[in-house]
């Protein structure tokens, strides 16, 4: 009788499950991403598939990404005896329960255990560090799932025993067939009701879920269940039902379209234009939407070379620490760096100067590429034969490690293509340059005197 109770709650609980929790597929056919390390031919599949998973694994990855339903695949394909605790709810007691009865598996029938822990992070070190002897000795085979880097949060010696396997976010394409297959289902989904789901719903739902298939499946449960059916029996969401289903207005933004293209530009500019509060506004509309923040790093590092340059030399490394910092902590935290680099860069002197190597390509255009000056030639092959090399002044035999000599082509002596602004440390640039171009230009007068001793007070330095 008790197991006759038992069969009907599970049937129960089944049917009245949470729509991410029905819709979690029940074979690979069914698994949507992670193609990485799961897709046809991938070396865990085939583990997997032949019950060959004598290693122990962990999954890490961002939440709603198919960690936890990666390890109920790898039950439903081993006769081993397949075990879950959560380390949330969890002990030390817990655990010694699951390897008391692993060892008595083993002693009785031969048979494996594979132990899951969910979140595994959330052990401390003494409880990761029992697992360690089981592990080590085989007799348990842990799969391990966590959102946290496992390098940094799960202990060395169990990372070392372990392969990691990294799952990342879905993209839209997936989370569109994750929905399609939920509204198509009729025993698990919503195959059965007549679902009229807007476009702009759709791409509110698909875009507000951040790569997550069960933030993505609440939603889409939360806005049918709570719209009333019309009189023909269809339930029509529209982008108001998924506004109010996940809690996050609609921000109209196509990464293909101009609304990308144009926030962008909107953001560069503000940028550009040194106002920080809406370079603010406009980097949180792209996350909002979904931009990749890579894209806005990338934009941000040719945005301090091009734009800020040498009247803040710190713009680059920002901008480029923060691109690191971001690879190394991810999302959400990962917005921090891009925060204080776009801040960074907003209030930094600014200076365009490096265009000057564009007006270096278009002279060479119109009038064709010059030739090296013979004192400036390689001297360690045609020295004297040719004479390459020869009266070649080493800068850092003079005074401030500078001596005026001809280093364009002839037909260009004379000319400047770079011209520092008067910012930031671009100021110090323009006053040494300034003291260096007029020594030049004075020695530089005709070609002819190119090389003669030099005629201003930079005499070599005694040595």
Do not use: C
């Amino acid at each position: 009788m008790t197991d006759l109770f038992e069969h009907a709650m599970k049937d129960r609980m089944q049917q009245e499950a949470p729509l991410a929790a029905r819709m979690r597929p029940r074979s690979f056919a069914e698994y949507v991403g992670q193609e990485h390390i799961i897709g046809e031919g991938k070396i865990l599949r085939r583990a997997i598939q032949a019950d060959r998973l004598f290693s122990s694994i962990i999954f890490t990855g961002p939440p709603g990404t198919g960690k936890t339903t990666l390890a109920q695949l790898i039950a439903l394909h081993t006769k081993a005896h397949f075990e879950t605790i959560s380390a949330v709810l969890a002990g030390v007691a817990e655990l010694r329960r699951v390897i008391a009865e692993a060892e008595e598996r083993r002693r009785l029938y031969q048979q494996r255990t594979i132990l899951f822990i969910d979140e595994v992070h959330r052990w401390n070190k003494a409880q990761q560090d029992a697992l360690l002897p089981q592990v080590e000795s085989g007799m348990l085979t842990l799969i391990g799932a966590t959102t946290e880097n496992p390098y940094f949060d799960v202990i060395p010696a169990l990372v070392s025993r372990s392969r990691v396997f990294q799952l990342e976010p879905l993209n839209e394409a997936q989370l569109n067939q994750i929905l399609d297959q939920a509204l198509a289902n009729n025993e698990f989904g919503y195959g059965l009701k007549n679902i009229i789901l807007a476009e702009d719903a759709r791409r509110h739902l698909i875009r507000t879920s951040s790569g997550d298939a069960r933030n993505l499946l609440n939603a889409l449960e939360l806005a049918v269940e709570t719209t009333a059916a019309n009189l023909d029996g269809s339930i029509n969401i529209s982008l108001t039902d998924a506004q109010e289903s996940i809690q996050k207005r609609a921000v109209i933004y196509d990464k293909n379209g101009d609304a990308h293209y144009d926030t962008i530009s909107a953001f560069i500019k503000s940028v550009r234009g040194s106002d920080p509060d809406a370079a603010l506004y406009w980097l949180a509309k792209m996350v909002a939407a979904g931009e990749d923040p890579r894209f806005i790093l990338r934009r941000l590092i040719v945005l301090a070379s091009e734009d800020i340059g040498l009247a803040d030399p710190q713009g680059m490394v920002v901008a480029n620490a923060a691109a690191s910092a971001f690879e190394y902590i991810g999302m959400p935290e990962g917005i921090f760096p891009i925060v204080e680099a776009t801040l960074y860069l907003a209030t930094a002197p600014k200076s365009n100067s490096a265009m000057a190597y564009f007006k270096v390509r278009k002279q060479m255009e119109e009038e064709g590429m010059g030739q090296v000056p013979t004192h400036l030639m390689d001297a360690n092959r045609d020295s004297k034969a040719f004479g390459h090399g020869q009266g070649y002044l080493y800068p850092h035999d003079f005074e401030g490690h500078f001596t005026a000599q001809q280093y364009l082509p002839d037909h260009l002596i004379g000319s400047h293509f770079y011209h520092p602004s008067e910012e930031g440390y671009e100021a110090d640039i323009l006053a040494r340059l300034k003291q260096w171009r007029e020594i030049q230009s004075q020695k530089l007068k005709s070609k002819g005197s190119a090389q003669d001793d030099n005629p201003v007070s930079n005499t070599p330095r005694s040595k």
